[in-house]
Structures are given as C-alpha cells and as structure tokens.
C-alpha cells in the first residue's frame, strides 16, 4: 500500500445528463467574518446518466449578485493582506460552509435513480475561473480491470467507453486518468462538470497518502498535484481527497466496479498555492452538509450503503517546499 508523499484533491464523473448548476441565491442567510492567518462489497446498480429531478432552477443575476455582494471588508493595510485569508459564512437550503471573500457558490441537487440523492458544489473565484473549491457527493464507474469494464461495455452503452480504469485505487490513480474522466464527463453530458472542472495534465506529484485500513472494498486517500490547464499561463496546484467503494452490476456478477464518494478539494493557481492552502482547505473542511441529510433522510441511499452525505475533511502537510 502506497505512503508515498501526501495529500489531495479533485475528480468528478457523476454519472448524470445534469441539468444547470445553481446558486445558493438568496437564501444567504448571516453573512460573518473569519480571518485565517496564512501559514506559508455493496451491489447497486449504476445510476441513470442523468439526475431524474432537479432540485433548484438556474438562479437569476440579481440572486448571484447578492449571494455574492455581501463580503466583509478587505484587509486594512497590505502587510494585513500578506497575512489574511479573509471567509465569509455561506448558507442556502442544503449546507452551509465558509467561502473565500468575493467568491460565487453553485450547486445542484439531483436525484440520480433508486433513490440516490446527490448534491454537487462549485464555489469559483470571479477574478480566475480555475480557481475553485469542489464537493461532489459521488462519480461512477471506476474499474480496476479492462476485462471487468469490457464485461460491461456493451450493457453501458458507448459513452461509458471512456470509463476510466485505474492502476491504483487512489485520489492520484483517478487524476491520472483524468483525461478519460473529463472526456466521459463531455460524452455523458455532464456540462457543468465540464465547466467547472478542466482538462488537467498532471506536471507533477507533490504529495499521496492512502489511509490506513484501505481494501479491495474501499480506499480512501489524498493528493496534491502540480497540474496545467489547456489556455493558462502558469500552472495550478489540485488538492483532492476521495473515498472509492466497490460496488457490482447486478447483472454482471464478476463485473466489478467502483464509485467515488466524498470527491472535495480545491484547485489554485501556483503563485496563491502555498500561501493560501490553509485557508482553502478550511473552507473544504467547513461544508456541513446536515439540511441536505435532514430533508433526504440517510435512508434514501445518499451513499452506496445508504448513510447520508459526510462532512469533508482534509489534512494538510508542510506547504513551504510547494512551488517555490
């Protein structure tokens, strides 16, 4: 099992045709202020390619403007600014978490067959659109075989001939395979994760750690990657973190496959990483997901086993020897 380096960050794939990502709007809620000072085997069967419902509409421009327009203030001076990671309190009708000063949340909540509630959220940066803080509550298929994703090829359909099959049941195995991933995205017609999401290219890999207590059945882990982006100037550091179970067709019974739960991290460009990461990774860790829960219900198959969406957390290393 792989200790190598450590940390984490970024994947989708949610199987789903989705239907436009939506802002908290305006239900805001209190808007506060914290200053972070900177330091440098379940069976299921695979969820339909779209979310059956849709939760929220497409909010209008007034509803982002003042979802996003009631900030507190900037740093009072430019030593403040070097030492200040400055939050505002979010919060709409399925969580509430802490968000970087000035930035927009989007989110969708979608109904992904038999029961499986799944919710999706994007907070961007308005000055870069690669920058950006992600939750996605799960993404599926992962395989681990091509003999067990050929199993099942014919039954999936073409689209899902870009399944990804991973080397690795790891945060950086799925990176790895981000190029099928965001390419099944596109042929699924998940749009939003398109938008969202890029098409990264792994430079480097800074840090990977799989938890203790990882399996066949499930794995959880971290990276951090130094990765480019098609049309940028510079390149951008990922942190992801996700938890892989495998789960089987019914139908296909030596067929296994895995979902990726808990998909959270962020994405920030080099010259920010190593002064922001902290701040960044508190506003991942402050999702508190518990009005989704309440209004679905843990027995709703939020998850494969049916227990409801997990508040993220993530674990930072030393950030001093990051892009420097």
Same mark, same amino acid.
């Given at each position: 099992? *792989?200790?190598?380096?450590?940390?984490?960050?970024?994947?989708?794939?949610?199987?789903?045709?989705?239907?436009?990502?939506?802002?908290?709007?305006?239900?805001?809620?209190?808007?506060?202020?914290?200053?972070?000072?900177?330091?440098?085997?379940?069976?299921?069967?695979?969820?339909?390619?779209?979310?059956?419902?849709?939760?929220?509409?497409?909010?209008?421009?007034?509803?982002?403007?003042?979802?996003?327009?009631?900030?507190?203030?900037?740093?009072?001076?430019?030593?403040?600014?070097?030492? !200040?990671?400055?939050?505002?309190?979010?919060?709409?009708?399925?969580?509430?978490?802490?968000?970087?000063?000035?930035?927009?949340?989007?989110?969708? =909540?979608?109904?992904?067959?038999?029961?499986? &509630? !799944?919710? #999706?959220?994007?907070?961007?940066?308005?000055?870069?659109?690669?920058?950006?803080?992600?939750?996605?509550?799960? &993404?599926?298929?992962?395989?681990?075989?091509?003999?067990?994703?050929?199993? =099942?090829?014919?039954?999936?359909?073409?689209? #899902?001939?870009?399944?990804?099959?991973?080397?690795?049941?790891?945060?950086?195995?799925?990176?790895?395979?981000?190029?099928?991933?965001?390419?099944?995205?596109?042929?699924?017609? @998940?749009?939003?994760?398109?938008?969202?999401?890029?098409? #990264?290219?792994?430079?480097?890999?800074?840090?990977?750690?799989?938890?203790?207590?990882?399996?066949?059945?499930?794995?959880?882990?971290?990276?951090?990657?130094? =990765?480019?982006?098609?049309?940028?100037?510079?390149?951008?550091?990922?942190?992801?973190?996700?938890?892989?179970?495998?789960? *089987?067709?019914?139908?296909?019974?030596?067929? !296994?496959? #895995?979902?990726?739960?808990?998909? !959270?991290? @962020? =994405?920030?460009?080099?010259?920010?990483?190593?002064?922001?990461?902290?701040?960044?990774?508190?506003?991942?860790?402050?999702?508190?997901?518990?009005? @989704?829960?309440?209004?679905?219900?843990?027995?709703?198959?939020?998850?494969?086993?049916?227990?409801?969406?997990?508040?993220?957390?993530?674990?930072?290393?030393? &950030?001093?020897?990051?892009?420097?």
């Amino acid at each position: 099992m *792989k200790h190598a380096m450590k940390m984490f960050v970024c994947i989708l794939l949610t199987m789903a045709m989705l239907f436009g990502l939506c802002s908290c709007g305006k239900d805001t809620g209190g808007l506060g202020k914290l200053e972070i000072g900177s330091t440098s085997e379940t069976e299921e069967t695979l969820a339909p390619l779209g979310g059956n419902e849709t939760q929220e509409t497409e909010p209008t421009s007034e509803a982002t403007s003042e979802a996003s327009s009631e900030t507190t203030t900037e740093p009072t001076s430019e030593s403040d600014s070097g030492n !200040r990671f400055i939050v505002d309190e979010y919060s709409c009708d399925y969580f509430d978490c802490y968000i970087p000063q000035g930035w927009d949340v989007h989110y969708q =909540v979608v109904d992904a067959g038999s029961g499986l &509630m !799944r919710i #999706y959220v994007f907070v961007q940066d308005p000055t870069d659109e690669n920058n950006i803080i992600f939750f996605v509550s799960a &993404m599926e298929p992962w395989f681990i075989t091509i003999s067990e994703k050929n199993a =099942v090829a014919a039954i999936l359909g073409s689209a #899902y001939d870009w399944s990804p099959v991973v080397d690795e049941l790891s945060a950086e195995g799925l990176l790895k395979e981000w190029a099928a991933t965001y390419t099944l995205m596109d042929a699924t017609g @998940f749009t939003d994760g398109v938008k969202y999401f890029k098409n #990264y290219s792994i430079v480097s890999v800074l840090n990977s750690e799989i938890f203790d207590g990882a399996s066949e059945q499930e794995t959880k882990s971290e990276v951090i990657a130094e =990765v480019s982006i098609p049309g940028a100037s510079q390149t951008y550091g990922i942190l992801y973190a996700n938890d892989f179970m495998q789960a *089987k067709f019914p139908y296909a019974a030596n067929a !296994r496959y #895995y979902i990726s739960y808990q998909n !959270r991290g @962020f =994405v920030l460009s080099a010259d920010r990483f190593s002064a922001e990461a902290e701040g960044m990774a508190y506003c991942v860790s402050s999702f508190d997901f518990a009005k @989704f829960n309440s209004t679905y219900g843990s027995s709703n198959g939020i998850t494969v086993d049916g227990s409801a969406v997990v508040n993220p957390e993530i674990t930072l290393p030393d &950030m001093g020897a990051f892009f420097q």
